[in-house]
């Protein structure tokens, strides 16, 4: 079996929370899978989704996707899914007890960082423990990220 290249549509990155990074202090992810309606699969396999407001919650001993837009499927007439419907995230015992535990601590929840489909063709959720960044605390990342792209242009320049 040959290897799978980049550009293969079973390693695609469907939907990515590019502020997640910039408003939290990533502790720890954890792949998670989801509990999907075949319509749903469709409609991330045509590269549809929003996860950039969407939140993970820690309901009743299971972990749940709350907010998270995935368009209906236009092909799929009356049987399709809801776009904004809760949908269970597919956890080890051990992962959930430490994401819930996680979430209880002060400061600290749980952001949805990446939807994406692995290897196998399955649709993944990368979730992060994270801690809020104060105001203070986002300046400071925007002057590092400047500096950096001005350092890179100086070297370019110069090199």
Same mark, same amino acid.
């Given at each position: 079996?040959?290897?799978?290249? &980049?550009?293969?549509?079973?390693?695609?990155?469907?939907?990515?929370?590019?502020?997640?990074?910039?408003?939290?202090? +990533?502790?720890?992810?954890?792949?998670?899978? /989801?509990?999907? =309606?075949?319509? $749903?699969? &469709?409609?991330?396999?045509?590269?549809?989704?929003?996860?950039?407001?969407?939140?993970?919650? $820690? $309901?009743?001993?299971? +972990?749940?996707?709350?907010?998270?837009? +995935?368009?209906?499927?236009? $092909?799929?007439?009356?049987?399709? =899914?809801? *776009?904004?419907?809760?949908?269970? /995230?597919?956890? =080890?015992?051990?992962?959930?007890?430490?994401?819930?535990?996680?979430? !209880?601590?002060?400061?600290?929840?749980?952001? *949805?960082?990446?939807?994406?489909?692995?290897?196998?063709?399955?649709?993944?959720?990368?979730?992060? +423990?994270?801690?809020?960044? &104060?105001?203070? !605390?986002?300046?400071?990342?925007? &002057?590092?990220?400047?500096?950096?792209?001005?350092?890179?242009?100086? /070297?370019?320049? =110069?090199?």
């Amino acid at each position: 079996m040959a290897p799978r290249k &980049k550009t293969d549509p079973a390693n695609k990155v469907v939907a990515e929370n590019r502020r997640a990074r910039f408003n939290f202090d +990533i502790q720890d992810t954890v792949e998670a899978g /989801l509990v999907l =309606h075949g319509t $749903e699969v &469709k409609s991330l396999r045509n590269g549809e989704a929003n996860i950039a407001e969407s939140y993970v919650s $820690e $309901e009743g001993g299971e +972990i749940w996707l709350i907010n998270s837009h +995935i368009p209906e499927y236009l $092909e799929a007439n009356r049987f399709n =899914h809801e *776009p904004r419907r809760r949908r269970k /995230l597919l956890l =080890h015992k051990r992962e959930m007890a430490k994401f819930a535990q996680a979430a !209880d601590r002060e400061g600290m929840t749980l952001v *949805p960082l990446k939807l994406y489909f692995n290897d196998r063709g399955r649709a993944k959720l990368a979730v992060a +423990i994270a801690k809020g960044k &104060k105001t203070v !605390d986002k300046r400071e990342t925007v &002057k590092k990220r400047d500096w950096d792209r001005q350092k890179a242009r100086i /070297l370019k320049e =110069h090199g």
